[in-house]
């Protein structure tokens, strides 16, 4: 979509990192919360019942990087907090307030009217039961007093020959005067010195020491016996000092570390300590007589790299890392395997994503550092763990039958004119699933229902009578007197039965074990579904079994659920299912019918005792409408009605339950969702849709797209599924051609599998066509979780790691020279003659200690493709070979695909069109032409042109690109510029983006346009031949355009700039494609999320929604987000309602949203336009329904919302025959529907 006009930023996965941790009475006087500071978000955990509970997640405007508690007279504490712009906060927790129980108690800046010169790299925080010290600004240290919760007015104080301050704390006294130790570098050295706070100076006095070169922590240590104040100590690379304002100082040698963290234990005189190779100290002063004599150093053992340590109760330790899985780790009095710690959970974190590759439904990422490196496999959805797949084509209808409460023994299958049946069987080899006769079936009958009733009976309904049953004999028939066309009935023995004509009638299993006739009821038209599941927060115990009280029905050619009083079949509510336009008219789509119906009470996974009686309604083209049903005083009301489009297929619904009580909804179709109930707390709990990822069992079309679900019933059966467990849900599904039976998993949005590389990834790979990964990775030589003795070496070199793409088992290693860095890697297909085959390019520079810039690099060729004389999948066959090899004249910083089976590279600041030739059989990597020359350092390249699949027969041959999006999408941008223009963008390290054009004919690269803005880029993409999309080391997105429509060549040639947005992170790679599963074949038309009929209808409140590019980008704080390319209309849409929510919801400490937004950069600032704030929209989902209608009605009082594109807008007001002032105003319903459409999209 050439016309996008903004893009829609959103979070899928969030920040992991953790930047700050504190321990304080946050919510409760009673238990201690632990409050965990991760990028731009606040979580507030609980210690219960062994784990930390999450009980609050707080969006803050700011990306926070110090916090502290004040201290209170009152039982709860207040938090102070730091973001990365220098704007603060005090905040507290209030149940009162909305959307988020927190009070605002103060806020500002430290950047307002400050003019000392530059911010520091590494802003400091100490706190004092006075005023809180601050180190934000070379040189200078910022006081802030405060009585209680209100903050006074700061100010700055120079510290004299600190040219870096790098630690500061309080001193410990029994006075209430203010003693800041002060860590700084002079030009030469290291030193320690105090000073008191009098006014609004600071007086130096005392202490005033050299120190070990490397020190980097302060710690302050209590007075002892009479003194008034007490000491510090100095922790540092090889040494650790005490000292103390009376002269006596202390030391401790130690072998060299950096120290990343430290913190007091519960015990007198002890310290935890935690270093860069992820080893934990502690360190005990020993005191003899009130003074303090040695310093004492133990080991613990190691755990993940930590940087911040928050130790709760009975030896309990709570480890935040910025580069690997956080983690809660017991100490232990006596060593367990040789260790005195144990790792009790984590708390992964994707963080730092490095490189983004896929596989599939699958995003790859390469994160972490050193030894802690990893591959995290992040997947969109519910993935079904398959046990068994059987080749069963054409079954209508399956049901279930038990042999007790929690456990199935028969699986029934419905086909055109019979019923089958496959009971458990138990081997010596297993469980497994076998053909058998049941007496009391009918198996020469289709089954509309079969199901076990009260008293240990079954029932099935055929389309001409019902059966009471048992496996051996028919214990009643009830025939009816014309063909059943919908039949349904549950567990407590009520049945309802549609007959041919619209007659509908209710049946009841007596005690008697026979079937009576209740009511019946002449409908006005044909029944198309029926549902009978009892809502439990409003039924009745019978046996065991709960009963219901209504029915649902849908009709055929009607629009329309009626809800029926099940005793008299009397109407007790009508829903229409189509929307009403202003002139009271309702407008149907095709396929408006309900041909599904579900009742169920959904539960809140972290709240059981939080539930919503829910009624969904599957529609006949993919659409699915839920409603949240009310009983009181025999009265039924329905309300927050929603619809979303789940796909182009039937919805068939499928209750599914747990035997803990958790409940969910299956709902079928050829994108399988499960529905849930979501939330942390009772405050509004909002309703999720995850797709379910039901893949191919066939190893020789591994498909790489969701496979339809016609049918599915739930299934649990301890003997089949032993490792399932009472939390999971076990099902069968069933599609055009094959039955499967699997467990699903934790019913989250996003799942998370991690590969451990004990090496740092910088640089991976998918390589279809040999099934494997390849992974660039710098090895450390540090043992992973191991304490490094004395005489231990490390050892530091660049690999690639071949890994299986499914196991990732390591096929081969492949060691590069000393001193040579992986930069770049890609997959790509180049021409070599008239074929086109698929090679692995490797890009390096030779980091020499001697050269400020590297003047020596290579481009290693590889082969990934299995050999011709070899069908099988083994190691060898799969292995990759050196195919060529090519000496650069440095750095080879980055490598992309090319038009023309050629690739571009760039070297240093050079760009280069290279090629692969053949000649005398051996191969050979050349330049070709000239390439552009210019830039100061050209850091990333990237074109439109898509890697071809391989068409000489090899197995994966049909296979798509190793992206997620399909190629058809670029097809015809491809098409168009293969002979006209070929174009690539060069991203430089501070000249920003370049656009380059190749001209085959004079075998020339040259530039045609550039953005004359200085920015430091990390990360570029091309979104389309003239939209390009870049992210700068201000942590900032911005988005160019060029102006092909101009006839001023300077105008051409210049690259606009459209868009700029703050993101709050470092976002350090991006990858074309979504997390969203495909749906068959993607047409070359922009995405829209409801069908094009629903385009024409008249008066539409919203516009559909329809996107373009899409983009995953990943950031060094571990966010894995999704932009998205939108229209004009969707874009204002979203926009107004972006412009609502930040007017009317009030923030985390009242750090405006457009200010947070805003791009600063270089003293420039500029407000942010082009991108809308994906995040920010999707909070209106948490609202409550006042505040939603606030919104909602800031939004009608804006009228942006109607703006975007005036040609679509006017076309559909002159189809309807309306004024463009008749609109009616936007409803809640209305932006809660656009909203979780666009949540259905990443």
């Not at 605002?104 to 950047?111: D, E, Q, R, V």
């Not at 290693?813 to 070599?832: A, G, Q, T, W």
Request: hydrophobic residues 40%.
């Amino acid at each position: 979509m050439e016309n996008e006009v903004s893009h829609y930023v959103v979070t899928a996965h969030p920040p992991g990192s953790v930047l700050a941790t504190l321990k304080c009475y946050f919510t409760s006087s009673e238990v201690e919360d632990v409050l965990i500071a991760k990028s731009r978000r606040l979580e507030i955990r609980q210690w219960k019942q062994g784990t930390l509970d999450l009980i609050l997640t707080l969006p803050i405007h700011g990306r926070i990087i110090a916090m502290t508690a004040l201290p209170s007279s009152e039982q709860q504490q207040c938090v102070f907090f730091l973001t990365e712009r220098f704007q603060y906060a005090v905040i507290g927790y209030d149940v009162t307030q909305t959307p988020y129980p927190i009070q605002t108690y103060a806020s500002g800046s430290f950047s307002e009217g400050v003019t000392m010169g530059r911010t520091t790299e590494h802003p400091l925080l100490a706190m004092h039961p006075t005023c809180l010290a601050l180190h934000l600004f070379r040189g200078f240290v910022t006081i802030l007093p405060y009585q209680g919760k209100q903050l006074q007015r700061p100010f700055h104080v120079r510290v004299e020959q600190a040219h870096k301050i790098l630690a500061l704390c309080f001193l410990q006294n029994t006075t209430a005067e203010p003693h800041l130790c002060i860590l700084y570098q002079s030009q030469a050295h290291q030193h320690v010195t105090t000073a008191k706070i009098v006014g609004q100076e600071l007086h130096f006095q005392g202490l005033q020491s050299r120190i070990d070169g490397g020190s980097a922590l302060l710690l302050p240590v209590p007075p002892l016996g009479s003194d008034p104040i007490g000491g510090v100590l100095v922790i540092g690379q090889m040494q650790w000092t005490y000292l103390h304002l009376n002269g006596t100082a202390k030391v401790v040698p130690i072998r060299q570390a950096l120290f990343l963290c430290a913190t007091p234990l519960p015990e007198p005189h002890k310290y935890l300590l935690a270093d860069e190779f992820g080893n934990w100290h502690v360190l005990t002063l020993l005191v003899e007589n009130d003074k303090i004599v040695a310093l004492q150093r133990d080991v613990l053992g190691s755990c993940t790299l930590c940087h911040s340590l928050v130790v709760l109760e009975d030896g309990l330790v709570f480890a935040g890392s910025r580069v690997g899985d956080s983690q809660l780790l017991q100490i232990h009095a006596e060593p367990v395997d040789d260790a005195y710690l144990s790792v009790l959970e984590e708390y992964t974190q994707l963080g730092p994503i490095l490189d983004l590759d896929s596989h599939g439904p699958v995003v790859v990422t390469a994160s972490g550092s050193s030894q802690f490196g990893s591959l995290r496999l992040v997947r969109n959805g519910i993935g079904m763990n398959e046990y068994a797949a059987v080749e069963m084509p054409a079954i209508q209808n399956m049901f279930r039958l038990k042999v007790s409460e929690h456990e199935d023994q028969y699986l029934v299958q419905s086909f055109v004119g019979e019923t089958r049946v496959l009971g458990v069987a138990e081997r010596e080899e297993g469980a497994t699933l076998e053909e058998v006769w049941l007496a009391g079936l009918d198996s020469q009958s289709s089954s509309l229902y079969v199901g076990n009733v009260k008293g240990g009976a079954w029932i099935q309904i055929t389309d001409t009578a019902v059966r009471l049953c048992t496996a051996e004999t028919v214990l009643d028939t009830w025939v009816a007197e014309k063909p059943i066309t919908v039949a349904t009935a549950n567990p407590a023995g009520q049945i309802a039965v549609a007959l041919q004509g619209g007659w509908l009638q209710y049946l009841v299993v007596g005690d008697d074990n026979k079937l009576k006739l209740m009511t019946s009821r002449a409908m006005e038209k044909d029944v198309s579904c029926l549902t009978l599941d009892p809502l439990t927060s409003d039924a009745m115990e019978t046996d065991s079994a709960v009963s219901a009280k209504l029915i649902g029905v849908g009709l055929w050619d009607e629009f329309k659920v009626r809800l029926l009083a099940l005793d008299s079949l009397e109407e007790t509510l009508c829903l229409e299912l189509a929307e009403e336009s202003e002139n009271d008219e309702r407008h149907h789509r095709l396929n408006m019918m309900a041909r599904s119906l579900c009742f169920i009470t959904l539960e809140l996974d972290s709240n059981r005792s939080v539930s919503v009686d829910m009624l969904f309604v599957g529609l006949g083209d993919g659409t699915l409408i839920s409603f949240a049903l009310s009983q009181g005083k025999g009265v039924v009301s329905a309300h927050s009605r929603k619809e979303v489009c789940l796909g182009t297929q039937r919805i068939d619904l499928v209750p599914l339950h747990t035997e803990e009580g958790g409940t969910c909804v299956l709902a079928t179709g050829d994108r399988p969702t499960v529905i849930y109930l979501a939330g942390l707390s009772n405050n509004n709990p909002k309703l999720c849709y995850s797709n379910v990822n039901v893949s191919s069992s066939d190893e020789e079309d591994r498909s790489e797209q969701t496979i339809a679900v016609n049918v599915a019933t739930p299934f649990v059966s301890p003997k089949i599924f032993e490792t399932m467990g009472s939390q999971h849900y076990s099902l069968c599904v069933a599609d055009d051609a094959y039955l499967r039976l699997g467990v699903i998993d934790d019913i989250q949005k996003l799942h998370v599998t991690t590969c451990r590389l004990g090496m740092a990834p910088r640089r991976i790979v998918h390589c279809p066509e040999g099934r494997l990964f390849a992974v660039g990775c710098l090895e450390s030589g540090i043992k992973h979780l191991g304490v490094l003795q004395e005489d231990d070496e490390t050892s530091m070199g660049n690999c690639i790691r071949i890994l299986d793409d499914t196991t990732f088992d390591d096929l081969e290693r492949i060691d590069l020279e000393p001193f040579e860095m992986i930069l770049s890697m890609v997959y790509v297909s180049l021409k070599v003659g008239s074929e086109t085959s698929p090679f692995l390019l490797v890009g390096t520079a030779y980091a020499l200690p001697s050269e400020d810039e590297p003047t020596r690099g290579r481009i290693l060729v590889y082969t990934c493709q299995p050999q011709e004389n070899t069908t099988s999948a083994s190691d060898d066959s799969r292995a990759i070979k050196p195919v060529a090899e090519f000496i650069a004249s440095g750095a080879v910083y980055s490598l992309c695909q090319f038009y023309g089976g050629m690739a571009l590279c760039t070297v240093g600041s050079k760009t280069m069109v290279c090629r692969l030739v053949k000649e005398a059989g051996m191969f050979r990597f050349e330049f070709v032409g000239r390439g552009h020359h210019g830039n100061i350092l050209s850091l990333f390249v990237k074109s439109l042109a898509k890697r071809t699949p391989t068409s000489d027969g090899s197995p994966d041959g049909d296979k798509t690109p190793a992206t997620l999006m399909d190629v058809s999408e670029h097809n015809e941008s491809k098409a168009e510029l293969k002979e006209e223009e070929q174009f690539a963008i060069v991203g430089d390290l501070m000249r920003s983006i370049s656009l380059v054009q190749y001209y085959p004919e004079h075998n020339s690269l040259e530039e045609i346009a550039r953005d004359f803005n200085s920015n430091w880029t990390t990360a570029i993409e091309m979104l389309h031949a003239n939209v390009y999309l870049g992210a700068e080391n201000w942590n900032n997105l911005f988005c160019l355009r060029r102006n092909t429509a101009s006839t001023s060549a300077e105008v051409q040639c210049r690259l606009e700039t459209v868009g700029e947005f703050h993101l709050g992170e470092m976002c350090n790679t991006f990858l074309p494609g979504s997390l969203v599963m495909p749906v068959g074949k993607q047409s070359n038309k922009p995405r829209t999320s409801t069908p094009e009929s629903s385009a024409h209808r008249v008066a539409a409140r919203k516009p559909p929604v329809v996107t373009g590019s899409q983009t995953l980008f990943g950031t060094v704080d571990g966010t894995l987000g999704v932009i998205l390319g939108l229209d004009g209309r969707t874009a204002a849409f979203l926009s107004c309602l972006e412009r609502a929510l930040s007017s009317t919801i009030k923030p985390v400490g009242d750090l405006e949203h457009r200010l947070f937004r805003a791009v600063q950069a270089n003293h420039r600032i500029h407000p942010a336009h082009g991108f809308i704030d994906g995040d920010l929209i999707e909070s209106f989902l948490d609202l409550d329904p006042t505040l939603m209608e606030k919104v909602v009605t800031a939004m009608n009082r804006d009228g942006g919302w109607d703006a975007g594109e005036e040609d679509a807008a006017m076309m559909s007001i002159q189809e309807s025959g309306e004024n463009e002032g008749d609109r009616m105003d936007l409803t809640v319903d209305d932006v809660v529907t656009l909203v979780e459409e666009m949540t259905m999209l990443h």
